[in-house]
């Protein structure tokens, strides 16, 4: 059945693409259906139940309207996705501006992990081109450099760099969470207690003496937020290293 609608979509998908439609004007706007409002409940299946379980049946079920009302929007899974991961970047917010391109970076970065941990299907979303909201954050950044003296090949480098960062960040953390979820286990240190026996075996044969250092001595295994933050603020001292701003060498994590 899914792979029929995915064949269906396929094979009807308008060559315009959906942001283009959405701004075509309408001869009868309908309040009730709107492209936000599906894509608002279509994040909400996804944030109760998993990416898997939204389909178009399910929306419209949820939406209460018949099953191919939303086709006037979208043509199948792959734009309906678009869409949300489009709402999910619309709810950054990218208005209160920084004084300078790393406070404006480092903000960008914290509210995208932010964004990601609350809706974190995302992570599972092949990504094509980057949707309107995905753009202004970009778009943010980009500014944020502008009038540094970088060419646009490398402005686009160091964005690229920040959110590599992220996504890589977040990602594992969210498959941590998952770990953690298949084997019933609450929190970090349950999930160490429950491996304890493997780890303990592993470090006795003494050939990872360093890490057996961070086993025994680290106060921060469970502080992912300082763990990300000090992982972020390292990115940005290499890049303010190579932009020749030493005043922008250290963030307030790494300054601690």
Sequence with gaps: MASQERQSASEDRDPVSVWERIERPTPAPRATLTPRRIAEVAVAIADADGLDAVTMRR???????????????????????????????????????????????????????????????????????????????????????????????????????????????????????RLLHVRGWSTRAEARAGLAT????????????????????????????????IGLDSVLDGIAARLGDPKRSRGPVGAE
Excluded: C
């Design 59 to 177: 929306l419209a079920a949820e939406l209460g309207v018949a099953p191919m009302a939303a086709y006037r929007y979208v043509t199948g899974k792959d734009e309906l996705l678009e869409l949300m991961v489009d709402f999910v970047y619309g709810e950054l917010d990218l208005t209160d501006g920084k004084d300078d391109w790393r406070a404006t970076i480092r903000s960008v970065a914290l509210r995208i992990r932010e964004a990601l941990l609350a809706h974190s299907w995302v992570t599972r979303v092949a990504h094509g081109a980057p949707t309107p909201n995905q753009l202004a954050v970009t778009e943010a950044v980009l500014v944020a450099l502008d009038g540094l003296g970088l060419d646009v090949d490398t402005a686009m480098a160091v964005y690229s760099t920040v959110t590599a960062y992220v996504h890589g960040a977040v990602d594992s953390e969210v498959r941590l969470s």
């Design 198 to 229: 493997q780890m303990t075996w592993l470090l006795n044969t003494g050939r990872y003496p360093m890490y057996a250092r961070y086993i025994h001595d680290a106060d921060r295994k469970d502080d992912v937020q300082w763990q990300f933050e």
